[in-house]
């Protein structure tokens, strides 16, 4: 098989990028212009000149996104692409640190703490301070690592007590860790600077290795790996280091991690000889859509002048779309999906049918939880990248279990998590024996408890406590069965709850009263949900769908636990994305709804009062310096707001809906709200923004219903 020509799909900029080779090279270009896809295919350029794969190094920002690029790569030149370094800055960390860590006194068989294991040993270093405490410190401490701090710099550098307390604590992290053997995130990029500072023979083995280094996402770099990369391909003249950064400074989004654009201000400093490459053509979006990313960004100030444009046509106007309330704004985010499936929503010619074409992206994680249930109510697979979803939640787990109990007793692993949460004095001992004999007459735990010889190998006490256990869960499958509609359902889940005593189980199972609280209201939360879900009273805000029909607790609860299971399996599959914008960047897909794009959530509001920490002994020149200082801080948090945003419009190909509510959360209230000024300034035209798609969702939704009705009745048919 011939191989594609090398500048196959790729314009006259990018094949510049590609086929510069022997030097430092920076491709500064906005969002969808190719940047990714120059590295990936620059990788086959290198390879094709003859430079050895394992000695070409391409960094990513994700693990998922190296994973990508490897498939891509081996699209483009096969085999050879498996030999190609490709990872994130850390995972090449962990290789230097393994290969080489032991001039540091580092064993090759380190351990790396999670973000939980960092949080308790602070907790530890600090006497035992609550886990909210330690958590702030773990923030702090990790900022310094990033700009390159130890605990003694930090110390010398700390401007008032509060930092000279975390920078003490510091110290004990640093001895802990040294003596545990063990490495933080954030030292998988400090300690192998260090080794290449310091250590000249480990350097001149790594500068030997590499010969072509591809960072992408470069505006994101904080000043560690940018010294990191420096001294990978330095030991010759600035010239001749060869690299290829790609970014974009309208893309900075990582400020608040230590990301710096100074990286980007560096390169031609650092490397005078820099060839600098833009792209200006979008592959990616329509018109409509990147005209309103680029009125976004306009307020920003600019790193270089950028001229992107699409050939791709006008597309969909861009849709605002206005809701009461988050679940009300998540009922419209689902219609639209549902009707942008079905071909409605002015989309003529390509109809989109997949779900991996939908994402709706939000600023935060606590967000997904509506999106979640609505998408579940309507039966669409999901999958929610960068957090956690809701429903994979411990405490919505083992409250699944139970249902899943309910409804198959055979399920081993339900049968576990249910026994054991809240603890019931059956140990580990006794479910030992318990499996042993199950599994030596081939039947499950559940079937094992009412054997008549299970008193042979458990006795007494624990024998009774199994029991009783059983006739529990027969008793609540019996009674789940004959609760009908939500407000049967609420009362049966709390009096079930408190007679297990779960609310008591979370508070001793947590040290911080604020995190079992939180736990504790999720529970009630997704128990309001599920009782919502029997029906018997209007559940939506929008008064479309009225009073629903009445379901047994136990038919809710058995789509919930089955639906739990598809979106597990489901993970890479045709499944709907829910989204941190954060976690978006570098992704596209053909339908994207921005949520929560509401004033005080998106630009986020800092909890800023210049006053704070304020003595009142403080002179004039003081206080006025002080309030500059907040003010600068608040104008550089706009400004990485307004690139959020920027990055959030960005990932859109075909359509793009903006949405915003007129109530939203503010602590524990709910507050007035007002459209995000975001909104505003993508300078849409307001004739054609506003979505009002009542009609054409009552028309659409009554069709859903009729298939649903007849996939249950095809269903049932199968049963
Ligand atoms: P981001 O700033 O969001 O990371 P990017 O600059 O990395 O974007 P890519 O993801 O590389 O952009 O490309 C955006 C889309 O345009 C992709 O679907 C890509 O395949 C396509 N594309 C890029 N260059 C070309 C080209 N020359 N011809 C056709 N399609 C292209
Ligand atoms: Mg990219």
């Known amino acids: 098989m011939s191989s594609p020509s090398p500048n196959a799909g790729l314009n006259l900029a990018q094949q510049e990028a590609v086929n510069y080779m022997h030097g430092p090279c920076l491709v500064l270009a906005g969002a969808g212009s190719g940047k990714t896809r120059v590295i990936t295919h620059k990788i086959g350029g290198l390879i094709r000149a003859g430079v050895p794969a394992k000695r070409i190094f391409a960094i990513t920002f994700t693990n998922k996104a190296a994973a990508e690029m490897r498939e891509r790569a081996r699209g483009l030149i096969g085999r050879a692409a498996k030999d190609v370094v490709i990872c994130t800055f850390h995972a090449l960390g962990v290789r230097l640190l393994r290969e080489d860590g032991a001039v540091l006194g580092l064993k090759s068989q380190f351990s790396i703490l999670d973000s939980d294991d ?348 199994l029991h009783e256990f059983g006739r529990e869960i027969n008793d609540l499958e019996f009674r789940a069965r004959h609760t009908l509609g939500a407000e049967a359902a609420k009362t049966f889940l709390m009096d079930w709850l408190k007679a297990i005593g779960f609310e008591q189980y979370l508070m001793d199972s947590e040290d911080s009263d604020k995190v079992a609280a939180a736990r504790w209201s999720n529970v009630l939360d997704f128990c309001d949900w599920m009782s919502g879900r029997c029906g018997g009273q209007v559940e939506d805000a929008s008064g479309v769908n009225a009073a629903g029909e009445v379901k047994s607790l136990l038919e809710v609860a058995q789509t919930v636990s089955l639906l739990s299971t598809i979106s597990e399996r489901e993970q890479d599959q045709d499944v709907v994305t829910l989204s941190t914008l954060h976690a978006s960047k570098g992704l596209e897909w053909p339908h994207v709804m921005l949520v929560g794009v509401t004033e005080g959530m998106l630009p986020f509001q800092l909890r800023d009062n210049p006053d704070a920490g304020a003595t009142g002994q403080e002179s004039a020149a003081q206080r006025a310096q002080a309030l500059e200082a907040a003010s600068a801080t608040l104008t550089s948090h706009l400004q990485e707001e307004r690139r959020l945003m920027y990055v959030g419009i960005t990932r859109a190909q075909r359509s793009l809906a903006v949405s915003w509510t007129r109530k939203r959360k503010k602590g524990r209230e709910m507050v007035a709200a007002q459209p995000s000024r975001f909104i505003a300034e993508m300078g849409l035209d307001q004739a054609t923004a506003r979505e009002d798609p009542r009609e054409k969702l009552k028309a659409l939704r009554a069709e859903f219903a009729q298939k649903a009705a007849a996939n249950a009745a095809a269903r049932n048919a199968v049963k």
């Open 118 to 465: 960092v949080a308790s040993i602070l907790k530890d270093a600090g006497g035992g301070v609550d886990v909210a405490t330690a958590r702030s410190w773990q923030w702090t401490i990790s900022l310094w690592k990033n700009q390159g701090l130890n605990s003694a710099a930090a110390y010398a550098a700390a401007s008032n007590d509060n930092e000279r307390i975390i920078a003490k604590v510091m110290a004990h992290y640093e001895e802990r860790l040294a003596a545990y053997q063990s490495v933080d995130f954030d030292d998988l990029i400090s300690l192998p600077l260090k080794l290449l500072q310091n250590h000249e023979q480990v350097r001149q083995k790594w500068q030997g290795l590499v010969r072509h280094i591809l960072v992408d996402e470069y505006q994101d770099t904080n000043a560690t790996q940018y010294d990191m990369l420096k001294l990978l391909v330095g030991g010759k003249p600035s010239e001749q280091a060869c690299f290829t950064a790609v970014g974009d400074d309208d893309q900075s989004i990582y400020g608040w991690r230590g990301a710096t654009l100074d990286n980007l201000k560096k390169l031609p400093i650092d490397f005078p000889s820099l060839k600098v490459i833009k792209l200006e053509q979008n592959y990616r979006s329509t018109s409509a859509i990147l005209r309103a990313a680029n009125n976004v960004i306009g307020p920003n100030p600019k790193l270089f002048p950028k001229n992107l444009w699409s050939d791709l046509g006008e597309g969909e106007p861009v849709r605002v779309v206005d809701a009461d309330t988050e679940e009300h704004e998540a009922e419209r985010a689902v219609a639209r999906i549902q009707g942008l499936r079905a071909g409605g929503l002015n989309q003529p010619g390509k109809q989109y049918k997949d779900w991996r074409d939908f994402a709706v992206l939000y600023r935060a994680n606590h967000q997904a939880k509506t999106f979640e249930k609505a998408l579940r109510k309507a039966q669409i697979p999901y999958k929610v990248s960068g957090g956690t979803s809701f429903f994979d939640r411990a405490e919505i787990k083992d409250l699944c279990a139970w249902f899943r109990l309910w409804i198959n007793n055979n399920d081993d692993p339900a049968f576990l998590r249910a026994v054991t949460t809240p603890k019931r004095g059956i140990g580990h001992q006794t479910l030992g024996h318990l499996g042993d004999f199950a599994g030596k007459y081939k039947i499950s735990m559940f079937e094992a408890l009412f054997s008549s010889s299970l008193g042979s190998v458990i006795s007494g006490k624990a024998l009774g406590s």
